[in-house]
T-cell receptor, first 112, second 115 residues
Framework: SQKIEQNSEALNIQEGKTATLTCNYT??????LQWYRQDPGRGPVFLLL?????KEKRKERLKVTFDTTLKQSLFHITASQPADSATYLC???????????FGKGTSLLVTP | DTGVSQDPRHKITKRGQNVTFRCDPI?????LYWYRQTLGQGPEFLTYFQNEAQLEKSRLLSDRFSAERPKGSFSTLEIQRTEQGDSAMYLC?????????????FGPGTRLLVL
């Protein structure tokens, strides 16, 4: 069955460092992958979408890579700030349906 | 219109009661989705509408769950004979476009607690 794995442990980093979050998937071949941010008690907010033919995508301090051979996406936040503290969800998706399948998410805590 | 809205934000009910949640999507969005999220998990897909047509339902959507989008605008999700296992955050999302690779915009969710 399809499986999406994100860092199971919370990630604690110091302000100013780069945070790297991992999303691994098995048993399917997504055409694209999305990353969302979720704050406690709120709905997810879209951050970035990367397609299977794109190796890397950037938006301000965010960078996403997509390695279809390794079946992995890495999500980087450079110069991290305490305001970046949240749960980050990945959603690898095919072109066969509109529903998003999310990983469990990785909790990021950035301390001053 | 600034985003997807959901009502109520919180609902406490007793086991066996029926509950109904409402979702108002972003006005020009033709697709509307319902997801359920429990603590420590990512959102799980329940069902999806394109305009007023319900096109996909997850196997998570038991017979006690029903969703409607009567005029292709707002949507309701009803749970009949609630069980404690129904306690979760119910999220609504909407999107617009013709391709699969569309951003979904989520509402704040309705948190349900079944006692």
């Amino acid at each position: 069955s399809q499986k999406i794995e994100q860092n199971s442990e919370a990630l604690n980093i110091q302000e100013g460092k780069t945070a790297t979050l991992t999303c691994n998937y098995t048993n399917y071949s997504p055409a694209y992958l999305q990353w969302y941010r979720q704050d406690p008690g709120r709905g997810p907010v879209f951050l970035l979408l990367i397609r299977e033919n794109e190796k890397e995508k950037r938006k301000e301090r965010l960078k996403v890579t997509f390695d279809t051979t390794l079946k992995q996406s890495l999500f980087h936040i450079t110069a991290s700030q305490p305001a970046d503290s949240a749960t980050y969800l990945c959603a690898p998706s095919s072109n066969s349906g509109y529903a998003l399948n999310f990983g469990k998410g990785t909790s990021l805590l950035v301390t001053p | 219109d600034t985003g997807v809205s959901q009502d109520p934000r919180h609902k406490i009910t007793k086991r066996g009661q029926n509950v109904t949640f409402r979702c108002d999507p972003i006005s020009e969005h033709n697709r509307l989705y319902w997801y359920r999220q429990t603590l420590g998990q990512g959102p799980e897909f329940l069902t999806y509408f394109q305009n007023e047509a319900q096109l996909e339902k997850s196997r998570l959507l038991s017979d006690r769950f029903s969703a409607e989008r009567p005029k292709g605008s707002f949507s309701t999700l009803e749970i009949q004979r609630t069980e404690q296992g129904d306690s979760a955050m119910y999220l609504c999302a909407s999107s617009f476009g013709a391709s699969f690779q569309e951003t979904q915009y989520f509402g704040p969710g309705t948190r349900l607690l079944v006692l």
